[in-house]
Nanobody
Framework: QTQLVESGGGLVHTGGSLRVSCAVS????????VGWFRQGPGNEREFIAH????????YYADFVKGRFTISRDNAKNTVNLQMNSLKPEDSAVYYC???????????????????WGQGTQVTVSS
């Protein structure tokens, strides 16, 4: 059974940094492509970043390019999202999602993913 558990959210001031992590368990970690999404109050869940199963291919939403970095640690079965230069509008619940997929194309729709974590709150104060 595949399980995803996020950690690392919290409160930070504008311009600060946070790293959120997603621990993945189930079948072989290297078989999963993983994405990060976020959802603010009253908003739809929006795509942030995607990393391929090998870690070779990474995709980002335009609004986080240059500020956020997605990476995976195959030794720890985790995918990390390093967030720098945070803004109040980045405040949301952050979710990781996974699918068994070895291809190179990004999955940017939440409907493309089969497994989800419970989310972790990120709040950026002005």
């Amino acid at each position: 059974q595949t399980q995803l558990v996020e950690s690392g959210g919290g409160l930070v001031h504008t311009g600060g940094s946070l790293r959120v992590s997603c621990a993945v368990s189930g079948r072989s970690f290297s078989s999963y492509a993983v994405g990060w999404f976020r959802q603010g109050p009253g908003n739809e869940r929006e795509f942030i970043a995607h990393i391929s199963a090998t870690g070779e291919y990474k995709y980002y939403a335009d609004f986080v390019k240059g500020r956020f970095t997605i990476s995976r640690d195959n030794a720890k079965n985790t995918v990390n999202l390093q967030m720098n230069s945070l803004k109040p509008e980045d405040s949301a619940v952050y979710y990781c999602a996974a699918k068994v997929y070895s291809g190179i194309y990004a999955s940017k729709s939440p409907y493309d993913y089969d497994y989800w974590g419970q989310g972790t709150q990120v709040t950026v104060s002005s």
